[in-house]
């Protein structure tokens, strides 16, 4: 069954999942959250960079596609990684093989996993008025690509699909055909370890439970279960992946609240030290009358 016939079907597929979780997330009117990040965008300078910079650690990402093309590497540590873990994407893909759980897990992989991210930058945005989770997001999401391209260059890991074609389908095939050509341009073939998929769910799963919105947390919780499932199931990562990208993603989360916290402490001081400032000159004024 043919789910996405290009990335146009992808981007009207994840427009609906994002307007649908914002509204379920944040319990409001997911227009009224879109014309308050405006807002946040246009008068807010600190909340503007920060989003700015998540954008540009984004388009990393698509440089170092463009890097590697003008690597000639002659390693991959598939082979390596197939030595530890054995057949373990094979046998779970052969026992749980399924038309309808293919078309689910896709959709999940596809469009709920970028949903997640977007409808968790609104939520974040319309939560509290320090903006502390949305700083969070952003510095983790950072640290999480920060991390992971260098690996990406220079420790190369093809998918198993591609490595083990024999014993492993991809299965994603079934859903985007032309996922080769349409998608592909957005994660390189040997871009594997550490999974981003598994870290930046686990991040945002992270986050969700810190952020005290309890709705928000169950959900994005099962979301990362179930990509993480569809990672091996649609034959893309090795174990190994996702237990790298386990750690980044415990790691990213717990450092983007550190200094979420230390960015607002600062703030704080800032503002009490101005108010103090202001009552010393006040005293002065009033000592020199």
């Known amino acids: 069954m043919t789910l ?112 997640l991210l977007i409808a968790s930058i609104g939520i974040y945005t319309h939560q509290r008025k320090d903006r502390r989770m949305f700083y969070a997001i952003c510095y983790a999401i950072m640290i999480n690509y920060a991390i992971a391209i260098p690996f990406y260059i220079f420790f190369p890991v093809n998918e198993v699909w591609y490595h083990d074609p024999q014993n492993v389908s991809f299965l994603m095939l079934n859903v985007f055909p032309d996922f080769e050509n349409q998608y592909r341009a957005l994660s390189g073939l040997d871009n594997c370890f550490p999974s981003l998929h598994t870290s930046i769910s686990v991040t945002l799963a992270i986050l969700a439970v810190r952020s005290g919105i309890k709705r928000w947390a169950w959900f994005c919780c099962i979301c990362a279960g179930i990509i993480i499932f569809a990672i091996f199931y649609l034959g893309i990562h090795w174990l190994i992946d996702m237990c790298g990208g386990l750690l980044l993603g415990a790691f990213a989360s717990t450092m983007g609240m550190r200094l979420s916290a230390m960015d607002l402490k600062l703030r704080r001081n800032r503002r009490s030290g101005s108010v103090t400032t202001a009552a010393k000159l006040g005293y002065l004024q009033e000592d020199a009358k």
């Open 4 to 115: 996405f016939d290009n990335m146009t079907t992808v981007a009207i597929y994840t427009t609906i999942t994002v307007t649908l979780l914002i509204w379920y997330g944040a319990v409001a009117n997911p227009f009224k959250v879109g014309g308050l990040f405006l807002r946040e965008m246009v008068f807010n300078r600190k909340y503007m960079l920060h989003f700015v910079a998540l954008i540009l650690i984004l388009f990393c990402n698509k440089l170092e596609l463009q890097i590697e093309e003008h690597l000639t590497k002659t390693y991959d540590f598939a082979t390596f990684f197939q030595s530890i873990e054995g057949n373990f994407v094979a046998n779970l893909q052969h026992t749980f093989e399924n038309d309808y759980l293919t078309v689910f897990l896709a959709f999940m992989y596809v469009v709920v996993f970028q949903a």
